[in-house]
């Protein structure tokens, strides 16, 4: 028997594996490059938008609150003042309201005070300095570390979640800047401190409101500042809503 037609064959097979392999590569790349998606912890894989910036580093625009507590200074927001004790706590908050997202930023805190924090899907008390929703805590209360923790300011008023106290101290770098991330799904909350996560809370309370605005937190008391800065947001893509024979 005739070897050519298997040379031809083989030739064949030897073309088509250069094009494959772009295939392939193509393929890979594409994988790659979608939308991101946020799987920490193994749950379902969700789709977000971009990334948006709250604060350019040089102007307040889209938040609001008392400027006298609140200013810009080295391409950060500094919350507080090292010159005088602070009567009340104080809020600056987004002037736009979030559901379903992804916050990050970074948080130093200086002076004698140690506690601040980041509020989300919450929303401002009239006629008082306060804010009431959930707070992702920073600094420490009760002569112990909550940073990470998930703290219900001025609704139930107590920790809902928190990691052990001596991780907080372990995770965070201590007069230095230390991330905080925030993911919200639904009634699912999740916060973690420098990548690691400290919080996996899970609302019971169908009355609890699943959106509102963020506000960067100085607490009252001694002299102390917050400074926060890279301060970014994506948002959860909605799904498509299905047509109707009407549309």
Not at 66 to 73: A, I
Not at 190 to 217: M, W
């Amino acid at each position: 028997m005739s070897n050519q037609p298997w040379r031809l064959a083989s030739r064949a097979r030897v073309r088509l594996l250069p094009r494959l392999c772009v295939i392939v590569c193509f393929c890979a790349l594409a994988f790659q490059t979608r939308s991101p998606v946020v799987a920490d912890d193994g749950g379902t894989e969700t789709q977000f938008g971009p990334w948006v910036r709250l604060f350019d580093g040089q102007s307040m625009s889209e938040w609001e609150g008392d400027e006298s507590y609140f200013r810009v200074e080295d391409g950060c927001i500094v919350a507080g003042t090292l010159e005088k004790k602070i009567p009340h706590n104080q809020f600056l908050c987004t002037k736009k309201r979030y559901t379903d997202f992804e916050l990050t930023l970074e948080a130093k805190l200086v002076g004698e005070g140690d506690n601040a924090g980041v509020q989300f899907r919450s929303k401002r008390i009239p006629d008082t300095t306060e804010v009431s929703g959930y707070q992702a805590d920073a600094g420490s209360a009760w002569n112990r570390s909550v940073w990470g923790a998930l703290y219900d300011e001025s609704r139930r008023r107590k920790m809902l979640a928190e990691p052990p106290a001596e991780l907080g101290e372990k995770l965070v770098r201590v007069g230095d800047w230390n991330e905080l991330r925030v993911l919200c799904e639904g009634n699912t909350i999740r916060i973690f401190v420098n990548g690691k996560q400290t919080v996996h809370y899970v609302e019971e309370d169908p009355s609890i409101p699943r959106e509102g605005v963020f506000a960067l937190q100085i607490h009252s008391g001694p002299p102390s500042e917050a400074w926060y800065r890279n301060i970014r947001v994506r948002e959860r893509k909605m799904p498509d809503q299905p047509k109707t024979s009407s549309d």
